[in-house]
Structures are given as structure tokens and as C-alpha cells.
């Protein structure tokens, strides 16, 4: 999901300013993926001898800028964030901690540049002392500096937008115990004025998130409102203001928020985790500014408090997933996963367990293979659950394969051997070959007229003369007549 801020600096090509700063979010693409998810790992967030820290909340982004998805988590017992770097195949070996002052209880998380650097800072929001910490990254997995600023009572949600068109990007919170949401104006260099605190026209904010959904290139709020069950839409003017302009229904008290366009209309939408009543919403907009309806689906768990919006089988449309804490005491936690049928309804739910109390969760492409994997965290048992899609398999016991296809590679990231799957209709010449990135061709795994069938073979990750390949990242590319697809797969040595 990416955000593009241009500043009311920028002129058109005939010197005419903008009116306003313009903002836009699009998603990147996905490559195709399967829904079935395995657990390949269970990282500790705990220090050795360390006892419950409750990790709560993720972000996911390239702190030391290798090119791989890093993980930063709070803690809000422990009163730190640690920050776990990709060991560049897809791992997280280990940590560092950052602290914070005692009491502080970090919790509801976002990223972003806030200094116009280049590099990844981060921001927190404490529930225990009020304070927003701003994290100010180095470019090299660390930070330069570590700065509280008072934001508001009991901050349970945060969100990042360009509020006033100047190309700097401020902070929004949203206080449940104040009852109201704070705006932090960013002065440029990623230092933040005094909180301007500001009604939403609810009781009880308790998520806020930021897009443009009425389209006039300005960024608008979306707010949570814990005790009226509702979701409010907050309209900006482009100077920091803020007006209400719609509200809905979910029917369950809203935890968390996730933005993007679930029906395909090309207008955004939002998805929430409703805790009072075990559901969670997709609640439609009209790209004007208005809510249409709100459609609610059974959570599969008790208590869910996190939501989160991705592509995971790379057909084009957001797949949902909801984090279910569980019953206390019960360690009956668990993540739902839904299946976007391209019309914006939710359906075939498969669900996976905690070892306790599924918390919050990252879709990202942990391994650089294409494909979206997903990061989640047990706030009990202070556990990073990683879980990447099954191979996608091909096959057809209903009758003789039809189509062309190519699946993805298992297992990936591999060594020493991995196997592609493959379909082909017709008859014909096939090749199989495999490339580096460059576009050097590696190995010819197959190179012969074929029958229509499907198939599966094997690479030992060595090139055409028997060489063993280095470690990194490779593309493999079936070739059946005038038909082409190209996969990336993972070598690790």
C-alpha cells in the first residue's frame, strides 16, 4: 500500500501552483499466491529469562534499506519497541531494543518518512503517559533520535497523512480516554508543534486511519468510535481541519481499521474489527464522501482487535485477515483468513491457531519471492508466527488439465532442491529454463515437444555445466508456443 504526497510547492509545467497540496494511494501488485497459509516459524520477542513483555502491534518496512522487509514491534509491558532486521532470507534471527520511559505502554504504531530523509522513521502511541514517540531511523536498521510529544489521553490508534499540503507528513491520534483526536503539524525536519486536539463527532475514538475517500487529492480521516458502535468520516480541508461528513453503523465496537478498495470500484473503502460482537466490517463508500452500507462477517474467534487488508493470492482483489485475541485465560486466540471473490464479499474463511492470543498482523513479501506473506504476533506468549503461502498446486481429479499454467516453486525459499509445477492445453514445444536476475539464462530443466497434461520437475540449483548457483534470487520461465510465464524463486546456501 503506498501513499504519494505532493506538496503545494510543486507548479504545473506552465508555472501554475497547485491549489493544494495532493494526495494518493494505490496498491502494488502482488504475484499469484496461495490462500492456504503454513506456519514455518515462531520467533520469541522476549529476551532470554525475560517474562511476558505483551507485543502488541507491528510495522513492517526496510529499515537498514537492503532491499528486505524489516519488523519493528512495541512491547507494552517491556515499555520498548525491538526491531527485528531480515537477515536477507526471509528471517529474524534477532532483535534490538529501544526503550522507553516506564509506564509508557507502547502500543497502536505507524511508519513513514518524517524528516524528508530517505530513510523509514516510525511513530508510537503510548497508552500510559499520553506521548506520541517519534523514531527517527538512520538508514542502517537503527535511529538518530528518540522524541515524546504529548498527544492525548490514552492513545489507542495512530494514523500518518500530509494534513496541511506541505509535503511533511503529521500525526494523527486518536485518545479514548480524551474522548477527541490530536493532530502533531510536522515543521519539515521531523520535529512536531504542540497537539491541536479536535472533536470527530463521536464518544470514545479508539482507531483513526487516513485516505483520500471523497477524491479531491486532500487527505480524510476515518475514525473509530468504540462506545456507539460506529465509524465516523472526517473530511480535510488541506489546512489541518477536519469536518464530519458521514457515519455508519457496524454493529460491534470497532478495535482497528484497514483502508483500501474492496469491491473494485476504484473508489476506498474500510474494513474494521469489531471486539464487542466478535465481527468484522467491510463498510462501503461512494468516493464522495459518504458511507453506502456495511456488510459484517463472523470474525471466527472471540475478541478480535486487529484487521488487516491484503492480495494474498495475487488475483487482483484485498483478501481480509482478522486477529481474534481469544477468551481470557482460554489461550483459544486464532487469525481468520477471507477470500476476496472480486466483488468485495468475503467468503471461504480458513482459520489458523495461536499458541494463545492472536494479535495484530503484516501482510508483506517477507522473502522478496513475489507473493505476500504474513507476519503475526501472540501478545501472550510474545511470539512472531510467520506464515507464507502453500505452493500452488495443479491438480484436476475432475478431468484431463485445461489451461496454461505455471506454479509456484516448492519449497521457497529452498536448498538444495525445489519443484515447479506446470499445466499446459495443447500440444507442443515447452521450455522450462531458469534465469538470474540480470536475465542470464541459468539451467534448461525441460526443452521437447509435450502432450497436454500436467507436470512436475525438479531443479538442484545448479547451472547448465553443474556449477552450484550462490545464494539469492532467481526467475523461472515456461514457454509452451506463444504462451509465457515468468515465477522468482529464493536459493538459500
Known sequence: YVTVNLSSDIAFAD???????YTWNFWAKADPGSLELQEIARIPVRQPGEGHIQTYGAFAGDLNEDGYSDYSVPNELANDVRVFLNDGQGGYSSFTAFPLPGGSVPSTNEGADFNRDGHIDFVVGNIGNSLATVYLGDGNGGFLSITSYTAGQSIRGITVLDAEGDGDIDI????YSANNLALLLNNGSGVFGSAQSFESGGNGER????ADVNEDGIGDLIVGVFNSNELLMLLGDGSGGYALSDRISVGGSPWMLAIGDINGDGTLDVASANSSNNSASAAFADG???FINAVSYSSGGTFPLAIDLGDLDGDGDLDLLVSNFGNFGSNNGRWRCYENDGDGNFINPADYPASKAASCAVFHDRDRDGDLDLTCIDELDDLLFIF????LSLPYPGGPPSGFALGQNYPNPF???TNFGFRISDFGFVKLEI????????RTL???PMVPGTYETQWDGRDDVGALMASGVYLYRLQAGALSQVRKMVLVR
Do not use: M
Not at 494523527?172 to 485518545?175: C, I
Not at 507464507?388 to 505452493?391: A, I, T
Not at 534465469?435 to 541459468?442: N, Y
Open 15 to 21: 508555472g501554475t501552483p497547485l491549489t493544494h497540496g
Open 172 to 175: 494523527v491520534s486518536a485518545n
Open 207 to 210: 482507531a483513526v486511519a487516513a
Open 288 to 290: 464522495q464522501g459518504n
Open 388 to 391: 507464507e503461502p502453500l505452493p
Open 415 to 417: 536448498n538444495p532442491l
Open 435 to 442: 534465469f538470474d536476475l540480470s536475465g542470464r539464462k541459468i
Open 446 to 448: 525441460r526443452s521437447e
